[in-house]
């Protein structure tokens, strides 16, 4: 399952506009739903590839959740001209 990235522009100079929000949420939801699943599985999961792939799969979103956290912070701020 994909989870649905969030365009730029949905974005307006550090303040997320109506829409950013609402696909904010979404995509936070999305995120921890899709961590909940793949923990779930890896408790019924034996060691070997398909447990391997998994773990790679839960690392993965927790660094799209960081990534996410920090492209969302209010304190990135655009490069200086």
């Given amino acids: 399952m994909r989870t649905p990235v969030c365009a ?8 997320e506009s109506a ?7 979404h ?3 999305n995120l921890n739903a899709e961590r909940a ?6 408790e019924n999961t034996q060691p070997g590839p398909q447990r ?8 993965q979103l927790e660094t799209a959740s ?3 956290e920090w492209l969302t912070s209010s304190g990135l701020q655009p490069p200086e001209e």
């Fill in 52 to 59: 391997d792939l998994l773990e790679s799969k839960l690392r």
């Fill in 27 to 29: 995509i936070d939801d």
């Fill in 37 to 42: 699943r793949i923990i779930a599985e890896l």
């Fill in 8 to 15: 730029p522009s949905q974005f307006t100079q550090g303040k």
């Fill in 66 to 68: 960081h990534i996410d």
């Fill in 19 to 25: 829409m950013g929000r609402h696909s904010q949420s």
